[in-house]
């Protein structure tokens, strides 16, 4: 069965904080893994590809874990604007568009 | 010079109708999608065309019926609209559908169904 599973949250966070969250997937053929980050009312976001290696864009670090079948993004220094539903995206197929799944989301509430 | 562009942004509408929703990208991408987000905000994908050919279909009525007269346009057609259907459908599109996934959303209609 095709599943990505998020943690819905809300974090609250106060601002500066770091916080991290994960998103587990249930296909171990799955290739491709992204996080998508979506404001309120707002279209989802690109934020950042996941690679095998992991990868970090500035205070964003997304990490690959096959053997436990998870992904994870990781925020130092957090902001305000971080506030936002963070949605985990993989291709359950192996390969194509049509395996593409969405998490429900975590929302990430930073607090002043 | 919006990248993916949707149109209306807003619709609200009574059971029965049929309704369509208009959906551009100027990126030059091969493949357009549709997802919904319902009440919970549980993104599902609908459909994909790429090079005006569907490529996937998920399971969804046969309502609804997706319309790409070329490789910028794809809409949603929408017959005998029920309550269920309201939702945000946001329109896609990304550069290929193999391993360059990413995608760029319009900015969603909000569709009432009363």
């Known amino acids: 069965r095709k599943e990505v599973e998020q943690d819905p949250g809300p974090f609250n966070v106060p601002e500066g904080a770091t916080v991290a969250f994960n998103c587990t997937y249930s296909?171990?053929?799955?290739?491709?893994f992204f996080w998508y980050r979506q404001d309120c009312r707002k279209e989802p976001k690109l934020l950042m590809s996941?690679?095998?290696s992991g990868n970090e864009d500035g205070r964003f670090t997304a990490q690959l874990n096959r053997a436990s079948q998870y992904i994870s993004l990781l925020i130092r220094d957090s902001k305000l604007s971080d506030s936002a539903t963070y949605l985990c995206?993989?291709?359950?197929?192996?390969?194509?568009?049509?395996?593409?799944?969405f998490g429900k989301g975590t929302h990430l509430i930073i607090q002043p | 010079d919006t990248a993916v562009s949707q149109t209306p942004k807003y619709l609200v509408t009574q059971m029965g109708n049929d309704k369509s929703i208009k959906c551009e990208q100027n990126?030059?991408?091969?493949?357009m999608y549709w997802y919904k987000q319902d009440s919970k905000k549980f993104l599902k994908i609908m459909f994909s065309?790429?090079?005006?050919?569907?490529?996937i279909n998920e399971t969804v009525p046969n309502r609804f019926s997706p319309k790409s007269p070329d490789k910028a346009h794809l809409n949603l057609h929408i017959n005998s609209l029920e309550l269920g259907d309201s939702a945000v459908y946001f329109c896609?599109?990304?550069?290929?559908?193999?391993?360059?996934?990413?995608?760029?959303f319009g900015p969603g209609t909000r569709l009432t169904v009363l």
């Open positions: 896609a599109s990304s550069q290929g559908a193999l391993n360059d996934l990413e995608q760029y």
């Open positions: 296909n171990s053929a799955s290739q491709s």
């Open positions: 995206v993989v291709n359950m197929e192996g390969g194509g568009a049509d395996g593409l799944t």
């Open positions: 065309y790429n090079n005006k050919e569907l490529i």
């Open positions: 996941v690679y095998s």
């Open positions: 990126l030059g991408h091969d493949t």
